[in-house]
């Protein structure tokens, strides 16, 4: 099918949704008017595109049909630059068009719950794991994203061992996936006398924040266990059972929360990590299946796959999946991870546009 046929039958679609949010039915009915608020939202991009594509082609046609009829030499000058110009216009919002006919993963636009981890590297890994949560919580503070802790245990020299937090806002699964992984460090750590560079590392696991739609629990399949905070927190600390831990008996998988003061507040969280983590069983399928078909820069849930380094006596981050250098260590861990996303984000989308066109 051509580009031009595959948008209009997506204007069609567009319209379609458009009358129907317009139906005193479907306006009752929140479930459905959501969800064609969204397919309406997420069509206006390729919409718009449409429109200027169409737009373009016409005023071709109009540039060709005055070299075809017209004698006087300035007029046919001047529509010759005309459709030279409009001929690259075109060319490059077909590349732009088939990128945004790339189906997306539907997954991209819920939130995120991140899992940062010390790994190999003793103290020094979870100083590193530290500054990892540091680095996200800048970069969510950039985007203007919402973070929410839901559980940590501290290392014993700073840092953590864990640390697992909520992050929502548009899109956030969409961008941080790429984040999934191992991510290694090299420096001189604190702890080291002599001054000789370690490898240490922590991983990193982005899921996309299941809803209830996704999964549903049945409560008898459910071990709650209530305990004390610990950590940071005031009086309430070691003296309110408000910490809450769940437990998932069909499949053993456990989520726990401390960060609110309110038991209800921290079961609410824990489910939350729960349902998200069960919901993981699944979507590594999908990541799998989507893997065996063509290269990916997402994390398949191999925890051992190292996909960044971060060299600090050179002042460089290097990204394995794409053999990405940059020499902007200092920004990098203060937040500034877009052009790496970006990078990626090209990266998949080529394999993806490669991927439709074999």
Not at 33 to 61: E, G, M, R, T
Not at 97 to 114: G, T
Not at 293 to 307: E, L, N, Q
Request: with cysteine; aromatic share 6%.
């Amino acid at each position: 099918m051509k580009i031009i046929e595959k948008l209009e039958d997506i204007y069609k679609r567009y319209e379609e949704i458009a009358e129907q949010m317009n139906d005193p039915v479907v306006v009752s009915d929140m479930k459905r008017y959501i969800k064609l608020s969204k397919d309406f939202k997420d069509l206006q991009p390729i919409v718009n595109a449409y429109k200027k594509y169409k737009n373009i082609l016409d005023n071709i046609k109009s540039a060709k049909e005055i070299l075809y009829d017209e004698k006087d030499e300035e007029f046919r000058t001047m529509a010759k630059e005309e459709l030279a110009e409009l001929t690259i216009q075109r060319d490059k919002l077909e590349e732009d068009i088939r990128v945004m006919l790339i189906p997306e993963d539907p997954q991209d636009s819920k939130n995120a719950i991140v899992e940062i981890r010390a790994g190999t590297g003793g103290d020094e890994a979870s100083i590193f794991a530290g500054d990892l949560y540091r680095m996200y919580i800048k970069h969510c503070e950039i985007k203007k994203w919402k973070v929410e802790l839901v559980d940590f245990t501290e290392g014993t020299v700073g840092g953590f061992k864990e640390i697992i937090f909520n992050v929502s806002g548009e899109n956030v699964y969409g961008q941080l996936k790429y984040e999934s992984g191992v991510h290694r460090v090299q420096r001189v750590p604190k702890t080291e006398a002599q001054g000789r560079v370690h490898t240490s590392a922590s991983s990193v696991v982005i899921l996309p924040e299941a809803d209830k739609f996704d999964i549903e629990l049945n409560a008898a399949d459910i071990k709650k266990e209530i305990f004390c905070s610990s950590g940071p927190g005031g009086q309430s600390v070691n003296t309110t059972y408000s910490a809450v831990r769940l437990t998932h008996i069909p499949t053993g998988i456990s989520a726990s929360c401390q960060d609110q003061k309110s038991q209800i507040k921290n079961l609410d969280k824990a489910m939350s990590v729960l349902r998200t983590r069960i919901y993981e069983l699944e979507y590594k399928k999908h990541l799998d299946e989507v893997t065996s078909k063509r290269k990916t820069m997402v994390s398949t849930g191999d925890r051992s796959a190292k996909i960044r380094t971060y060299n600090w006596p050179q002042g460089r981050v290097t990204d394995h999946r794409i053999h990405l250098t940059l020499y902007s260590l200092p920004s990098i861990v203060n937040g500034d991870i877009q052009e790496l996303i970006d990078q990626l984000q090209l990266a998949e989308n080529a394999e993806r546009l490669k991927a439709e066109i074999s």
